[in-house]
């Protein structure tokens, strides 16, 4: 087993990344806390209390002329959290364009990472019901159809909710590495 785990972050601009980086390292984080758009991409180690080995985070930007260099990472990390802002109703569709095309790189495919969508933002009244988000971005499909490590989190940054969670089960499947 490696001694350190890598753990890369994509996903919409805005869906919450960095903000669930950030509250691993803050515990008293206000609902206020600035967080600027991530440039390219940023690099940061974080420690959780579940996981024993200390974590990478490679926390990309998730604006589109930046998401074609998600890719880039793909060999670098050993797991992948996909961070959805289960609040955004109208850009599901590029959330599932994004989501299809990530499933389908062939580095992906091959390494047989293991993947957790976030379902981000949970703090929010309006929410989208998980049930009908995993099925809206064809999630149940993905499951039956390929035999991969890939599970669904509720999280909300603000909260600092399924964020520990969130990376003990990366680590936890990506133990073989
Ligand atoms: N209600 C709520 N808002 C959140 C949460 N996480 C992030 N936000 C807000 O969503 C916006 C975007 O958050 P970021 O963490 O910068 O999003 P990002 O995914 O890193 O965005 P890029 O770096 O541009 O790709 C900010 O206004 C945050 O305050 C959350 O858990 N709940
Ligand atoms: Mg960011």
Redesign the pocket.
């Known amino acids: 087993m490696k001694a350190n785990f890598t753990a890369l972050m994509i ?10 980086i ?1 509250s691993t390292k803050d515990e008293q984080m206000n ?1 206020d ?6 440039a390219g991409y940023s690099i940061q180690r974080i420690s959780i209390p579940q996981v024993t080995r200390p974590i990478t985070v490679i ?5 589109g002329r ?1 998401r074609d260099n998600w890719s880039i990472f793909y060999p670098e990390c050993d797991g992948v959290i996909f ?1 959805v ?1 289960a ?1 955004d109703s109208k850009r599901l569709s590029i959330v599932q364009k994004c989501i299809r095309e990530f499933l389908e790189d062939p580095l992906v495919d091959e390494k047989d990472l293991p993947i957790v969508f976030a379902f ?5 009244d309006d929410i989208i019901d998980t049930e009908e988000l995993r099925t809206t971005l064809g999630l149940d499909k993905i499951k039956k159809t390929k035999a991969k490590k890939i599970t669904i989190k509720e ?5 600092g ?1 399924g964020v520990g969670e969130t990376f003990d089960w990366l680590a936890t499947n990506a133990s073989a590495y």
């Open positions: 996903g919409l601009d805005g869906s919450g990344k960095s903000t669930l950030q609902i806390h600035d967080i600027l758009p991530t926390d990309c930007s998730g604006l930046h961070v802002d609040t981000n933002k949970q703090d929010r999280t909300s940054g603000f909260r909710l």
